[in-house]
């Protein structure tokens, strides 16, 4: 089972840390991804990190403001969202699969944080 939570309102500029955290799973053993889907939007793939925490990857929208961890002992992974725009506004869903940007790949899913932006 995995839990995202973390999320808010912010101004424009602002910064959120975002966490999912896992229970009655083997977390270590995966890659976690972060997704997003806005109103009437598809889900987009944020960004992920591989099991060992050496590899990450990042959507080019938010590359060099978000930036994605992980602390296996504590069987969490966050996602630190800083200068945070109005675009960055969705539900944001943390989920456990193999590495990729591709939502068909990740198997497990949380139930998704809503993070505000306004303008």
């Known amino acids: 089972q995995l839990q995202a939570f973390g999320g808010g309102l912010v101004q424009t500029g602002g910064s959120l840390r975002l966490s999912c955290a896992a229970s009655?799973?083997?977390?270590?053993?995966?890659?976690v991804g972060w997704f997003r889907q806005a109103p009437g939007k598809e889900r987009e793939f944020v960004a992920g990190?591989?099991?060992?925490?050496?590899?990450?990857d990042y959507a080019d929208s938010v590359k060099s403001r978000f930036t994605i961890s992980r602390d296996n002992a504590k069987n969490t992974v966050y996602l630190q969202m800083n200068d945070l725009k109005p675009e960055d506004t969705a539900v944001y869903y943390c989920?456990?699969?193999?590495?990729?940007?591709?939502?068909?790949?990740?198997?497990?899913w949380g139930q998704g944080t809503q993070v505000t932006v306004s303008s």
């Open positions: 989920a456990v699969g193999q590495h990729s940007t591709s939502a068909q790949r990740y198997n497990y």
């Open positions: 009655g799973l083997t977390f270590s053993f995966w890659t």
């Open positions: 990190v591989s099991w060992s925490g050496t590899s990450t």
